[in-house]
């Protein structure tokens, strides 16, 4: 049972245009959400975060928004680089006492590509 | 600062042969973490541990397959005997105080692993 979902494996944007990645998540004891970006032979790094108490987190070009009711995020890059094209997870994780943080599931990826 | 390392980063091996994969996380951190991502499944957690206790094994696979953490700075994932549906891409990642979340969790990058 996939509890994370990215719908879409691919996503192609014009350089300076907005990035929109979504994800979508089944599990409502999900309160902490992540997303990590990873570029071809390295390991995934992490870009921004938001918790469950928010809706909208900032952090230069990148904002995460979550919808809770919806059980739904999204990653906005606003404007977009060439050098924004990596593969994007979408983690989650939640509260089950001591360190469950730790453990995140992911959902599968969203290849984004930025061209000039 | 080093990041995680993890060695081999290709290996290449027969079935029924044993593979060992290694990780030496971030100094100071005291959670490691081993992940595995294949394309149908995306990001696994397999196993995760804790001054060097293991934590939360759930996400093993299957017997072939055990991991380690000896002392604070090293740890090994082992598959034996190691079969094609293996192959993959393993990942470790450390982390510190994973009690609250907004610890991020940093991922080494990777070791290929083929099994023909």
């Known amino acids: 049972d996939q509890q994370v979902k990215q719908n879409s494996p691919s996503l192609s944007v014009q350089e300076g245009r907005i990035s929109i990645l979504n994800c979508d998540y089944t599990?409502?004891?999900?309160?902490?959400f992540l997303w990590y970006k990873k570029y071809p032979a390295e390991g995934p790094t992490f870009l921004i975060s938001i918790s469950s108490i928010k809706d909208k987190n900032e952090d230069g070009r990148f904002t995460v928004f979550l919808n809770k009711s919806a059980k739904h995020l999204s990653l906005h890059i606003v404007p977009s680089q060439p050098g924004d094209s990596a593969v994007y997870f979408c983690a989650a994780s939640f509260n089950a006492g001591g360190t469950s943080y730790g453990k995140l599931t992911f959902g599968q990826g969203t290849i984004l590509t930025v061209h000039p | 600062d080093a990041g995680v390392i993890q060695s081999p980063r290709h290996e290449v091996t027969e079935m029924g042969q044993e593979v060992t994969l290694r990780c030496k996380p971030i100094s100071g951190h005291d959670y490691l973490f081993w992940y595995r991502q294949t394309m149908m499944r995306g990001l696994e957690l397999l196993i995760y541990?804790?001054?060097?206790?293991?934590?939360?094994d759930s996400g093993m696979p299957e017997d072939r397959f055990s991991a380690k953490m000896p002392n604070a700075s090293f740890s090994t994932l082992k598959i034996q005997p190691s079969e094609p549906r293996d192959s993959a891409v393993y990942f470790c990642?450390?982390?510190?105080?994973?009690?609250?979340?907004?610890?991020?969790?940093?991922f080494g990058e990777g070791s290929w692993l083929t099994v023909v």
């Open positions: 599990n409502s004891m999900f309160d902490y």
């Open positions: 541990f804790n001054n060097n206790v293991p934590i939360d």
């Open positions: 990642a450390s982390s510190f105080n994973l009690g609250v979340p907004g610890n991020t969790i940093y």
